[in-house]
């Protein structure tokens, strides 16, 4: 049940179709992983805490550099230097009081994947580096836990839904986009601050429906973004390969 404070705060979220008392709730119990936070996790992170997620925690192990600013909007010129998580939890205590925030200084790998994922219900990924968005796949595939995928280059982003037993994995997706190069790709790309802005709101909203169970999800649909052309494009009927270790031998663990 929610509080009296809890009502007013959410009052204008509970009329919205399909986001009931219910729905806000489920929000309340739900632990989200936001994995990566210098650019489109940083938006995501703020759009969870403000709509009732009752646990968001961070993972990353970088500091805040004043060549990242235009694209994370969590922190701020003063803080160049200190710990990019914790800024980060400073202000969605102060967004959001409820939101509780818990903290990984670290990078995801090999050997803590499975225990960083576990405690969570979904997961978002923010993360910069191609092989270890393929370990949080993995990982999450393995485990069960949607994962919400964001990928930026340039002027470009994607956001891809992936939900165990219903979409394929990101391997399976990047074969069928014949992006299986990716090994070769060292470096972070450079990315234009408002394609991080809008490809961060699009994973909280995704994030938002498949935890509250409202809306559509399209978990066989990549949605691409060109900010330069300004429009919108559909890839559809992205199934798992028929020959994929990961998929379509789960299920949804939120059905
Ligand atoms: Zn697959």
Redesign the pocket.
């Known amino acids: 049940m929610l509080t009296p404070e809890q009502l007013e705060r959410y009052q204008n979220q509970l009329s919205l179709p399909g986001m009931g008392e219910q729905a806000q709730i489920k929000l309340s119990n739900s632990r989200v992983l936001v994995a990566g936070l210098s650019g489109s996790g940083a938006i995501a992170a703020q759009l969870l805490a403000v709509s009732g997620v009752g646990t968001i925690g961070l993972l990353d192990d970088s500091v805040i550099a004043l060549a990242d600013l235009h694209r994370d909007i969590l922190s701020s010129s003063d803080e160049t230097g200190k710990s990019r998580i914790e800024s980060a939890k400073r202000r969605l205590n102060h967004l959001n009081p409820d939101c509780m925030v818990e903290l990984h200084e670290l990078q995801l790998d090999a050997h803590n994947a499975e225990e960083l994922l576990t405690p969570y219900h979904l997961i978002l990924d923010g993360l910069d580096d191609w092989q270890k968005k393929l370990l949080a796949s993995d990982t999450a595939m393995h485990l069960n836990i949607p994962m919400i995928h964001c990928g930026i280059t340039g002027f470009q982003f994607q956001v891809f839904s992936m939900v165990p037993g219903r979409s ?2 990101l ?2 997706l990047f074969h069928q986009l014949g992006r299986e190069d990716l090994s070769r790709q060292d470096k972070p790309a450079i990315n234009f601050g408002p394609a991080a802005t809008m490809a961060g709101s699009l994973q909280a909203s995704e994030a938002l429906h498949i935890i509250a169970e409202s809306g559509v999800t399209g978990c066989d649909e990549l949605i691409q973004f060109d900010c330069l052309r300004r429009e919108f494009y559909t890839v559809r009927e992205l199934g ?2 028929a020959d ?1 270790p ?2 379509g031998r789960t299920t949804n663990r939120n059905q």
């Open positions: 394929a994995c391997r399976c798992p390969r994929c990961d998929c």
